[in-house]
């Protein structure tokens, strides 16, 4: 499986912004497609992941303001991330997996979140 993100940038805090996954390749062996973070000096840490069906599983750091939402048609997911905050900046990482509760072998490239006045 191969992903492609997309999305990422600077914003200011309060600010919103969308993070785009394609996914490729053997497809039909994905589940859960899910974003993880990581901060300079942090472990990589689950933002939010998504079954096929829909469930999903978020951090309590960004519930009530991120959305993760699929298009399985496409094999897209998307986080939608509004009310960011300074401690939202990160590399976030797409990835595919069996499970929303963990994550699989395959990563995305990363794309850099950056919130700062």
């Known amino acids: 499986v191969q992903l492609q993100a997309s999305g990422g940038g600077l914003v200011q805090p309060g600010g919103s912004l969308r993070l785009s996954c394609a996914a490729s390749?053997?497809?039909?062996?994905?589940?859960?497609l899910g974003w993880y973070r990581q901060a300079p000096g942090k472990q990589r840490e689950l933002v939010a992941a998504?079954?096929?069906?829909?469930?999903?599983n978020y951090a309590d750091s960004v519930k009530g303001r991120f959305t993760i939402s699929r298009d399985n048609a496409k094999n897209t997911v998307y986080l939608q991330m509004n009310s960011l905050k300074t401690e939202d900046t990160a590399v976030y990482y797409c990835?595919?997996?069996?499970?929303?509760?963990?994550?699989?072998?395959?990563w995305g490239q990363g794309t850099l979140v950056t919130v700062s006045s």
């Open positions: 390749g053997s497809t039909f062996s994905i589940n859960a």
């Open positions: 998504i079954s096929i069906g829909g469930s999903t």
């Open positions: 990835n595919a997996a069996l499970t929303i509760w963990r994550p699989g072998n395959s």
